[in-house]
């Protein structure tokens, strides 16, 4: 007679949101068809690894994560990005029970019911609407298409996830609807390409509440303001119809914030880079922007010590930031990536240059931050609290996205719970961060 015991899959989930949501669909699945999620390698029964391949650290770190648990489990599926390199997972790890390509969920179930057969009818359990989530309850991640149509030369996401292939526009505001009546509060919209959404399938026109929205960055940034709960873009090119948005971002229909990978400042290395944009025209149209949108919070990521970089387009780069402002920013040494055409341009720059340009650069940028959080001192604002201990809460505004931008930390947090609303006047700022005091007037609001 076979064993009554519900099977347990333990599952690690490595590098970015979008890795991460798909992650939670290979968990909602399991999670219907009667699986339990294990907290640990030991409990578990078999555990699913969800890698990330796109710089060699990410590569590095999958291998070693998988290593850890054959060692302290022994049964282990592969999947994810580096599962479009199966090769480098088997030379490493031959003991891996299958490794499958990334976003290919249903081939990750069938190799879990191959190696852990479910034990009873699927219909019978329960899941909630909005499915299994791996953020907390007050905020999620929503991905709007796979894939990417871009060659940049440093990026080998298009050869991982393929090209652009987005999601139709009801099916993604019927989610982020669901989402919403399930209690979350802020909604990431991410994508490989978020404004270039819709292009693949012509911009096809779909019906939601009543009303036609077409499959394109508009229309969407417009549905998902009617939620009423706060809305932020993250991976966004500077098209030029990325300005259709500002007006809503002005009227907060969504969240005064856009994060846009910049990657670098200087023409010469953004030609050898292939990025879709120039930088002169970028600068313009930021200030447009601002015009608009004065409240705007503008992040970015860029590489220092690209393949070829002189003194002097580093130099350019340093230039572009002390004009641009930008409010959040993140920065990466280049990392030679396998299958990169970025691999094969120019002298590389040596190491000891790329930590002290990266040095400069994070002095700059920091600079940069905390001219502008000191300008909000004395200032109210509301913001959404996400942890709370015995010194006080720790909360987000506007301008803050979680795990990548600062924080704001309120003293006396006065019976804040995770997920609450407060707000607050803004006593202080450091580089990064701003700290702040209990509205007590606004308290009872918090929940609302």
Not at 153 to 160: E, G, Q, R, T
Not at 376 to 405: F, N, W
Request: some cysteine.
């Amino acid at each position: 007679m076979a064993s009554s015991r519900i099977p347990r899959v333990g599952f690690v989930s490595l590098g970015c949101p979008k890795a991460l949501v798909d992650s939670e669909r290979i968990l909602t699945t399991l999670r219907a068809e009667g699986y339990e999620v294990s907290p640990t390698y030991e409990q578990a029964d078999l555990v699913v690894v969800n890698t990330c391949g796109f710089i060699d650290a990410a590569v590095d770190e999958s291998l070693e994560t998988i290593g850890e648990a054959l060692e302290r489990n022994g049964k282990v599926i592969g999947t994810g990005c580096l599962g479009a390199r199966p090769q480098r997972i088997l030379e490493r790890h031959p003991r891996v029970l299958e490794v499958t390509w990334p976003e290919t969920y249903a081939e990750v179930v069938s190799a879990v019911h191959e190696h852990l057969p479910p034990r009873h009818d699927p219909f019978l359990d329960l899941v909630p609407p909005q499915g299994v989530r791996l953020t907390p309850r007050h905020y999620a991640y929503l991905k709007i298409s796979e894939g990417c149509n871009n060659k940049c030369s440093f990026c080998i996401i298009p050869a991982l996830r393929g090209r652009l292939a987005s999601r139709r526009i009801d099916e993604v505001l019927q989610e982020a609807e669901r989402l919403a009546a399930a209690g979350v509060r802020e909604l990431l919209v991410i994508s490989q390409d978020t404004s270039a959404y819709g292009a693949d399938i012509r911009y096809a026109p779909a019906t939601w509440r009543g009303e036609e929205y077409r499959a394109r960055f508009i229309d969407l940034a417009r549905g998902l303001g009617t939620l009423g709960i706060w809305v932020r873009l993250h991976y966004v090119y500077p098209y030029p119809h990325v300005d259709e948005v500002i007006p809503l971002l002005a009227a907060r229909r969504v969240l005064p914030y856009l994060d846009i990978p910049f990657q670098h400042g200087s023409p010469s290395v953004l030609k050898r880079m292939r990025r879709p944009a120039h930088a002169e025209d970028v600068l313009q149209r930021i200030a447009g922007w601002r015009r608009q949108c004065p409240d705007l919070t503008l992040r970015s990521t860029f590489i220092v010590g690209f393949p070829g970089e002189t003194d002097r387009e580093f130099e350019e780069l340093l230039e572009w930031l002390q004009e641009a402002q930008l409010d959040r920013v993140g920065c990466f040494k280049y990392s030679p990536v396998e299958g990169a055409a970025a691999n094969a341009l120019g002298e590389h720059v040596p190491a000891e240059a790329q930590e002290e340009r990266y040095a400069r650069f994070m002095e700059r940028a920091g600079a940069i931050s905390a001219a502008r959080l000191a300008a909000r001192v004395g200032s109210r604002m509301r913001v959404l609290v996400d942890s709370v201990d015995e010194e006080g809460a720790v909360a987000r505004s506007e301008a803050d996205a979680p795990e990548i931008d600062g924080v704001v930390r309120i003293e006396a947090a006065g019976g804040l719970r995770p997920g609450d609303w407060a707000d607050v006047e803004i006593t202080a700022s450091d580089t990064y961060d701003l700290r702040a005091r209990l509205d007590a007037a606004a308290l009872g609001a918090s929940r609302r």
